[in-house]
């Protein structure tokens, strides 16, 4: 059994069990496992029909079909297959903020995350991100390697700047088979979301983004003079926060909720709001459940 440590308890673990992360579509996976790998040929249940093609198999051609059409038509089958998953978890400055910590609730849903795939055997790798420094737990599968995958979480130490395209650039460059993206970040990126989000488009990977928020992000309690220092770059500024100020701040905290959350739903990503204020199993065990990434 593995040893949680200090991100989840054993009977939390107990009751992430029955669950498993949920792919939209086939797989692309190489090894047995829980989700649905659409192959040409032989499989385990008949799903399709499509159009011969050139360099594909003549053993795979339907020939009875062919012998009703005059077309080559080659079979379709699903198969059980392993799901690589991709669990990048926000490092910088800025995730080190809140009460609760907005990166102690980043790495405690990733660890759940990590587990519910691991126990599907699932592919997954776990990756931390700040500026375009990446750390990388190379691919595990199966149960056993969930202490390792804990140590790896409870190891990172949140330092720079969000960096959230230049980190995925850096992770993708080298040949990565298609599969679920889970980014759990608070998407405080100088350069915005849309260079990284645009790249995993291009990529085509599933995607399911975890936007973490403290409540103190959303209703800031200030007093009335006050020195801000940005938590990632150090610069400080002086402010009188007039009524006027605070309700412009809040505005566009709301606006960027609302363009990243409609930027997942335009291409079909999963998107939840982590409120760190909101319990552990509850983030997990419903919301996740309703958002179609776990079942």
Known sequence: MANPGALLDESFLHKLEVLSLVMRRPVYGQLKGAHRSRRVGS????????????????????????????????????????????????????????????????????????????????????????????????????????PQAFRFLESIRPGGQTGLHSALRRFFSLPRTRGLVLLISDFLDPDGIEPGFALLRRLRHETAVIHVISPEEREPRLPEEVVLVDAEDGVASELDLTPSLLAAYREAFQRNEHDIEAYCRKYGWAYLQALTEVPLEHLTLKLLRQQGLLR
């Not at 198999?57 to 059980?80: G, H, P, Q, T, V």
């Open 43 to 146: 499989g385990m249940v008949f799903t399709d029909f499509r159009p011969y093609s050139a360099g594909d198999d003549i053993r795979n051609i339907d020939w009875s079909a062919y012998l009703r059409m005059d077309r080559l038509i080659l079979k379709l089958f699903e198969e059980e297959a392993d799901l690589p998953v991709y669990l990048f978890v926000d490092a910088s400055r800025s995730m080190d903020f809140g009460t609760p910590g907005k990166f102690d609730c980043a790495r405690k849903l990733a660890a759940a995350l990590c587990y519910v795939a691991l126990l599907s055997h699932d592919r997954v790798n776990l990756v931390s991100f700040a500026d375009a420094a990446v750390q990388a737990l190379p691919a595990r599968r199966g149960k056993s390697q969930a």
